[in-house]
């Protein structure tokens, strides 16, 4: 019984090494075909990752650009900001000077300084206590509208005594 025992078993070992060797080749070409697909899809992020590689360095170079022009506006900023400064402190200096002989001249008062009463030229009326911008235009038989056109810097809400207003050309 050995010797039959002996011969199945021979027989069953070639088949079962015939089954292992294609499950073996299936199991390869699978793994085969895995591979290409990861190396294919490593091949598109590689392109990916050059696309990106460039859309860096550009950026890169953008913001190099964008800080040379913030840095020269900066400068020409702080200096504008110089030159106005000194502009101001001449022109202070000037108002100064202005200020100091306006206040050396004799100051002649519309109000009460001077005895005379204010005088009326050609095509002027003095105002006195209790006059309206309507009484003055019916006075001189013109209109108040044209009155204020002639008149565009009288505050006709405050008007003073013995301040002159230009009547309108009849």
Request: proline share 2%.
């Amino acid at each position: 019984m050995d010797t039959i025992s002996s011969r199945e078993n021979s027989n069953i070992l070639p088949v079962a090494g015939v089954i292992i060797g294609v499950i073996a080749l299936l199991l390869s070409i699978i793994a085969f075909v895995k591979v290409n697909s990861a190396n294919a899809k490593i091949a598109a992020h590689d392109e990916k990752l050059t696309a990106l590689d460039s859309q860096v360095s550009s950026a890169s170079a953008s913001v190099e650009k964008a800080n040379s022009v913030l840095t020269g506006l900066r400068t020409s900023t702080q200096d504008a900001v110089t030159q106005l400064s000194t502009m101001i402190t001449e022109a202070g200096g000037r108002i100064t000077k202005l200020e100091e002989a306006q206040k050396a001249r004799p100051v002649a008062s519309v109000k009460g300084g001077s005895k005379e009463a204010a005088v009326a030229g050609p095509g002027e009326y003095v105002v006195k206590k209790g006059d309206t911008g309507a009484s003055i235009a019916r006075a001189n038989g013109t209109s108040l509208t044209d009155l204020k056109t002639v008149n565009s810097d009288v505050n006709w809400n405050k008007l003073s005594v013995g301040q002159k207003v230009k009547l309108p050309k009849k």
